[in-house]
């Protein structure tokens, strides 16, 4: 490429012939200059030398807003003032531009965590329910609105912008999935984007950790409950339930599905914790069940009588095997993968209302033991999984429930069963608990 030295103007810029490159002359910028290839874009550049004595040239930008011979000048000596300082603005340019998206970053996030290198508060690993969840976040809403920005470039107000924009459903679509006929409905709502920039916080927390990102724009993002209701089910609700049971198994429903959300109503259990149960993790001799892997760890749940009834008449219907599944699916060798249509069937059967869901009953068994019947959180805690506090001898030691929570889980199944059906349930056993006990 043909160079010459010469006053740059704006004269001079638009009269440079193709294929030639002119540089500040006499009383100009040593470095300066401007070129141009083939086409009519000319273009501003700076060359330097770095502190290892390296020739760098820095392209400024092409001519036209904002540059002019002026605005590029002004540019260039901002560079050669950073050049001459020990920095490098080339190779900071290069690396901006050769910065990993939100996209690269989120593919890298989770190969970390499907490998296991991401432990969670609890120092586990994600589950593969989680990841599910996490992928399906990101290919939902972090992709479409976020995947094509830098990852280093991301602030906290970017995030907020995002937030409201999943909020009042930008990202709202119908997919097309693999299966044949089969859609998805993706959907907004605040509750949606604010899980889902806890997991972005997750993610610029990984990124912080390799080095990816400078800081954690997360971090800063003031988000709103994400919108999860108490709701727990009324007595006629759960006369509904009852009745949507029933008339799901004289429909011909899968069986095993109903008496999973039967088991549900009568233990609050996760739905998973009852999906992925084997009768190995089950003594029912002892009325409890040793659950190694859930939400929250190694689990030890107690048994109520009428729960044991439910297990009894799955392992009379299934043969109950040690490596096999308490409730299986209709077909193929996983579990029941679509119990929440199952559960949703149950609930229209029912006359119920759509939100009634699983975790309702969950909710719902929770609120009868401590709300109705006045049981203690501890006792609630330990009926139905949740994360034991304080001192003690560590629950991996105890084998199997004592008489005071298999007395507690009696009386909230006795309970639960009665509202679900007063008229068969009227003459049950009621045991009162010591008040040391509840």
């Not at 770095?50 to 036209?64: D, K, N, V, Y």
């Not at 990984?206 to 108490?230: F, M, Q, S, T």
């Not at 609700?237 to 429903?253: F, I, N, P, Q, T």
């Amino acid at each position: 490429m043909a160079a010459a030295v010469g006053k740059i103007g704006l004269r001079e810029v638009r009269a440079l012939a193709p294929h030639s490159e002119l540089f500040d002359g006499p009383g100009g910028l040593p470095g300066f200059g401007v070129r141009r290839r083939s086409g009519p874009g000319v273009s501003y550049f700076v060359m330097f030398r770095t502190a290892e004595a390296r020739q760098r040239r820095f392209t400024i930008g092409t001519h036209g807003a904002p540059w002019t011979p002026e605005t590029a000048r002004a540019k260039a000596r901002t560079i050669l003032a950073e050049a001459a300082g020990g920095a490098d603005p080339a190779a900071a340019k290069r690396e901006a531009r050769e910065a990993p998206t939100i996209k690269e970053l989120c593919e890298s996030y989770m190969r970390a965590a499907k490998a296991g290198r991401l432990p969670t508060r609890r120092g586990g690993t994600k589950k593969a329910s989680t990841l599910a969840t996490d992928q399906s976040r990101i290919d939902a809403h972090i992709l479409p609105l976020l995947g094509h920005r830098k990852a280093r470039s991301v602030t906290t107000s970017d995030l907020e912008s995002f937030m409201y924009a999943v909020a009042d459903g930008k990202t709202h679509r119908r997919e097309k999935l693999e299966k044949a006929h089969a859609f998805r409905n993706v959907r907004g709502g605040m509750g949606t984007a604010s899980r889902t920039i806890g997991l972005l916080g997750a993610v610029f927390a990984y990124g912080v950790k390799v080095g990816i990102c400078p800081d954690n724009p997360a971090r800063g993002v003031l988000r709103p409950a994400d919108g999860k209701r108490k709701r727990r089910l009324s007595d006629d609700e759960y006369r509904r339930l009852h009745d949507g049971l029933v008339a799901a198994s004289e429909a011909g429903m899968w069986p095993h599905a109903v008496a999973a959300a039967r088991f549900l109503a009568l233990t609050g259990w996760r739905s998973g914790e009852a999906i992925n149960l084997r009768w190995r993790d089950l003594h029912l001799e002892w009325r409890t069940a040793l659950l190694p892997d859930t939400k929250t760890g190694f689990s030890m749940r107690p048994l109520s009588r009428r729960a044991c009834e439910v297990l009894a008449a799955q392992k009379a219907a299934t043969g109950g095997e040690p490596e096999a599944l308490v409730f299986p699916p209709s077909r193929g060798e996983t579990t029941m993968t679509g119990f929440k249509k199952f559960m949703a069937r149950i609930v229209k059967l029912g006359g119920l209302p759509p939100d009634v869901t699983a975790h309702v009953l969950r909710h719902s068994f929770a609120s009868v033991a401590g709300s109705d019947l006045k049981m203690g959180e501890l006792t609630v805690g330990a009926m139905i999984g949740h994360q034991t506090r304080g001192g003690g001898v560590t629950p991996d030691y105890i084998h199997h429930a004592d008489d005071v929570l298999l007395a507690a889980a009696d009386k909230v199944a006795d309970e639960t069963a009665r509202r679900m059906d007063p008229a068969a349930n009227s003459g049950a056993e009621i045991i009162q608990l010591h008040a040391a006990g509840a």
